[in-house]
């Protein structure tokens, strides 16, 4: 099956910056791109042909980190925090991550499915074509296999792709409470190796609320025997080094990274592990210490941007808002900020070789705009310009 994109702008992210090609081709052929260039240079081909109007085209946006499957939500937790509430009260009234964990724990595979449509309706709505879910709610191994079925099957609920990722490692569960070895040992022994084939990565919270380096050390290497590649929450709310553990388990990305010095940009960049910055959960959470930008530049650490959708510290659903934060609040150009939601948001899920850019021989994933630059997809602030969304070479 064939189909034509045609009178389009092109922002190929092919190379180092947005690749344009004016007056641009696309054409797909069975899911895969057969052609990206030039109209001059285009091929005859039969099948449908869309015209788009002059229209900006980019690749199909990717969200690399979210825990968009969840039940129950903490606007609640929200209003008391407004209203003056204090940590520990809102902890009394079962608020913060428990209070999601028991919800996710009550729900079925099917409320969670349910709850997680929405959700991710608004994002298929912006032009992702890709998102990345952790678990991380359950924390049993019967509620993290849940979460993590809940999440792929979305995949047949809706035109998109979708890369779980086991977050057994995420808090400690109350019945654990002052056993946190015994807790990851469950996470090591039984969720990893359970999770094989429902997971496509692992990841843990490594902070002073979550899991130390040294425990942090204990689950990546559990996925490592388990052949499974990782991910890892590091230096969020304080600086331990995460980010050079990660690294050094060759992780896929290491994310939020407010904490995090040269010594981890360096780690990074020489195993090619990606940084994930999340401006939603710094801007929810009022955070002031800026991720070190200008370390991951100067070490050329691929960056890329993501919503962390998660009840608690993150409640977006909008990647476009992700695009503004982190040019706003992190100062990064519209190429950076760009290519963070596109080629670099790939390489973070291991996908460089299949999406990412629009190039001979991907996935066919693309999103058509009303935009007059690529800049305007920065720029706005709550506003979809989107036209189409293409999956797999399918308008949708
Ligand atoms: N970092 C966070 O900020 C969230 N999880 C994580 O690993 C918190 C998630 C929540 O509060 O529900
Ligand atoms: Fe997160």
Redesign the pocket.
């Known amino acids: 099956m064939e189909r034509t994109w045609t009178n389009a702008r092109l922002a190929t992210m092919a190379g180092d910056g947005l690749g344009v090609i004016e007056d641009g081709v696309v054409v797909s052929r069975d899911g895969r791109i057969a052609y990206a260039g030039p109209r001059t240079e285009a091929p005859e081909t039969s099948g449908d042909s869309v015209d788009c109007g002059g229209r900006w085209i980019t690749p199909g946006l990717i969200d690399c980190?979210t825990?968009l499957v969840h039940a129950g939500d903490r606007s609640g937790e929200w209003a008391m925090r407004l209203d003056g509430a204090s940590y520990e009260e809102i902890a009394r009234a079962g608020g913060g991550i428990v209070s999601t964990m028991r919800a996710t724990r009550a729900a079925s595979e099917a409320d969670l499915v349910a709850a997680a449509l929405p959700r991710l309706d608004a994002l298929l709505a912006e032009g992702v074509t890709t998102i990345e879910i952790k678990s991380g709610y359950g924390l049993t191994v019967a509620d993290e296999l849940k979460m993590l079925r809940a999440a792929r099957s979305l995949e047949g609920q809706r035109r998109v792709r979708v890369k779980p990722t086991l977050l057994g490692a995420h808090a400690l569960p109350p019945e654990y409470a002052g056993r946190a070895d015994d807790y990851v040992a469950l996470v090591t022994d039984e969720m990893i190796p359970a999770a094989r084939g429902l997971a496509d990565a692992v990841d843990a919270f490594c902070e002073g609320i979550g899991f130390t380096p040294e425990q942090t050390g204990r689950v990546l290497d559990a996925a490592r025997r388990a052949g499974l590649p990782v991910k890892l929450?590091a230096e969020q709310l304080s600086a331990l080094h995460g980010a050079s553990l990660a690294a050094s388990f060759g992780a896929l990305s290491a994310?939020h990274l407010e904490y995090a010095d040269e010594a981890d940009a360096v780690a990074m960049a020489a195993a090619g592990t990606v940084a994930v910055l999340l401006p939603g959960a710094f801007y929810f959470m009022r955070e002031t210490k800026l991720p070190p930008v200008n370390l991951f530049r100067a070490h050329r650490v691929p960056i890329a941007i993501a919503t962390?959708c998660?009840p608690g510290t993150s409640p977006t659903t909008s990647l476009l808002l992700m695009l503004n934060m982190a040019a706003t609040l992190f100062r990064l150009t519209v190429t950076e900020a760009l290519r963070g939601v596109t080629v670099h948001g790939a390489r973070a899920l291991g996908l460089a070789e299949e999406i990412g850019t629009i190039e001979l021989g991907k996935a066919c994933d693309l999103a058509v705009w009303d935009i007059s630059e690529p800049a305007e997809l920065v720029y706005r602030i709550g506003f979809n310009p989107l036209h189409l969304r293409v999956k797999d070479g399918e308008c949708c």
Do not use: A, E, I
Request: proline share 0%; hydrophobic share 0%; charged share 35%.
């Open positions: 980190h825990h929450h994310d962390d998660n």
